[in-house]
């Protein structure tokens, strides 16, 4: 059963441009939640979509942004992209929204220079 | 707004020695809590679920322990081996459905 996959894996973006990040599910898995993680901050909830609904968002300013489609894949954005966004961006699926285990794809480490 | 605190921030033990990994979490209206393994550099790989309903979990040489009342949590590893390095992070599901994380224990088990 294949797990969570994050595309793309590594990229290298300036201040000011916007970014897009992709992640697929587990098959079956219809909540993906996602998470910025810093050594400063640690892990950070940005938000969590179910059944292609918001369901969740945590205190991130509006640059960050995501949806989800019907097949439950989802992707996030951030415009105008600066310095202390550069960080680890992780997706989860699970299950449900309240009580599923989660599983965590490799993430998307963004670099803004 | 929930706070989960780990303790220790690191800990550095002898092949074979059994540990145990504290999570506390301020606000006990939770779902469940999971415990987490990461790799440097990789992403978040599960080790055990605890619905707030249950006491404990276990998978092979790990147990983990929930008492919500107290807003505590415990990750016991036995017979600790070299690849069990890593930095461990326990998560709350708390009420409002939002996942906040602790900031981790670096374990490093020496051969």
């Known amino acids: 059963k294949a797990g969570v996959t994050q595309t793309p894996r590594y990229l290298i973006k300036t201040r000011g441009q916007q970014v897009t990040l992709s992640c697929s599910p587990i098959?079956?898995?219809?909540?993906v939640s996602w998470y910025q993680q810093t050594p400063g901050q640690g892990l950070q909830f940005l938000f969590e979509?179910?059944?292609?609904?918001?369901?969740n968002k945590g205190n991130f300013p509006g640059r960050f942004s995501g949806r989800q489609f019907s097949n439950s894949r989802s992707e996030m954005n951030v415009s105008t992209l600066e310095l202390g966004d550069s960080a680890l961006y992780l997706c989860?699926?699970?299950?449900?929204?309240?009580?599923?285990?989660?599983?965590f794809g490799e993430g998307s480490r963004l670099t803004v220079l | 707004k929930q706070e989960v605190t780990q303790i220790p921030a690191a800990l550095s033990v002898p092949e074979g020695e059994n540990l145990v990994l504290n999570c506390s979490f301020t606000?006990?209206?939770?779902?469940?809590l999971q415990w987490f393994r990461q790799d440097p550099g990789k992403g978040l790989t599960s080790l055990l679920l605890i619905q707030s309903s249950q006491r404990e979990q276990t998978s092979g040489r790990l147990n983990a322990s929930l008492d919500k009342s107290s807003g505590r949590s415990t990750l016991y590893i036995a017979a600790s081996q070299p690849g069990d390095s890593a930095t461990y992070l326990c998560?709350?599901?708390?009420?409002?459905?939002?996942?906040?994380f602790g900031k981790g224990t670096l374990l490093t088990v020496n051969p």
């Open positions: 998560a709350v599901k708390g009420s409002n459905y939002k996942l906040t």
């Open positions: 098959s079956g898995h219809r909540s």
């Open positions: 979509y179910f059944s292609e609904t918001q369901r």
């Open positions: 606000d006990s209206a939770i779902y469940n």
């Open positions: 989860a699926s699970s299950l449900g929204v309240t009580t599923g285990e989660l599983f």
